[in-house]
């Protein structure tokens, strides 16, 4: 996990004057599974905004795997392996678990694919199998959650982005989830998370990054990050 799948130098965005991402710069090691974390306010969802696209940078470069991808695209950027699984999950209510999968794999990275069997892989990556036929409508919030990550694994991305997969899960949900995520990383995929869920950033994570404010305050392994005291103020909590 040496070389960086994603390097982000110097990113900075306002609002109207206000600052949502301040001189940001971090890397990805690809192969790994990275958390970004921060209180609410603190700049994660536009970040990821920035990463895919949606926002362009006012400054600053994002670099993935070797290519410049700053200020193009969301669709270009998905071309290049990118994609994005989002907290509130919008599938086609009236369309199966698989069928809303399949466009997924319809879209994504360029090059020729397999629809059917990128659909396949999805669903049973996504712990999904048993649920192919069944109508989204139909869903619990987990399965829900589930079946958002299953289409942003369609689109055959190299980097993952993962906002808060966790949210409103129960505690075995939520360890299903961790597992997911793990499974998703042994089948070659790089993984960026968003996660308010403390016990599932520790378990899953290799490195961890801590936004406040829209600043970088610490990066690094879960216990390190832990221990940092500007980590522990901005966002952990004390005892006092």
Same mark, same amino acid.
């Given at each position: 996990m040496d070389s960086p799948i994603l390097a982000v130098s110097h990113l900075s965005k306002s609002f109207r004057g206000l600052k949502a991402i301040q001189d940001v710069s971090l890397s990805v090691p690809k192969g790994s599974i990275c958390s970004l974390i921060g209180p609410n306010g603190a700049g994660k969802s536009t970040f990821f905004n920035l990463l895919t696209g949606y926002f362009p940078p006012d400054q600053g470069q994002i670099v993935f795997e070797a290519r410049d991808i700053t200020g193009i695209s969301p669709e270009r950027i998905a071309q290049q392996g990118v994609a994005r699984a989002f907290q509130i999950a919008k599938p086609f209510p009236a369309m199966s678990v698989v069928e809303n999968v399949r466009i997924g794999a319809l879209f994504g990275r360029a090059g020729p694919r397999d629809v059917q069997a990128v659909t396949h892989h999805a669903v049973e990556l996504a712990g999904l199998g048993d649920l192919a &036929? $069944? /109508?989204? $409508? /139909? !869903?619990?919030? &987990?399965?829900? $959650? $589930? !079946?958002e990550v299953a289409r942003a694994l369609a689109a055959r991305p190299s980097l993952l982005l993962a906002d808060e997969p966790c949210a409103g899960l129960n505690h075995t949900e939520t360890a299903e989830m961790v597992d997911i995520l793990r499974r998703i990383r042994e089948a070659g995929a790089t993984v960026l998370l968003v996660e308010h869920d403390m016990s599932a950033v520790m378990r899953v994570s290799d490195i961890v990054m801590v936004l406040e404010t829209g600043m970088l305050i610490a990066q690094g392994t879960p216990d390190a990050v832990t221990r940092d005291p500007r980590v522990i103020a901005a966002y952990l909590g004390t005892d006092e």
């Open positions: &036929g $069944r /109508e989204a $409508r /139909e !869903l619990t919030v &987990g399965q829900l $959650r $589930r !079946l």
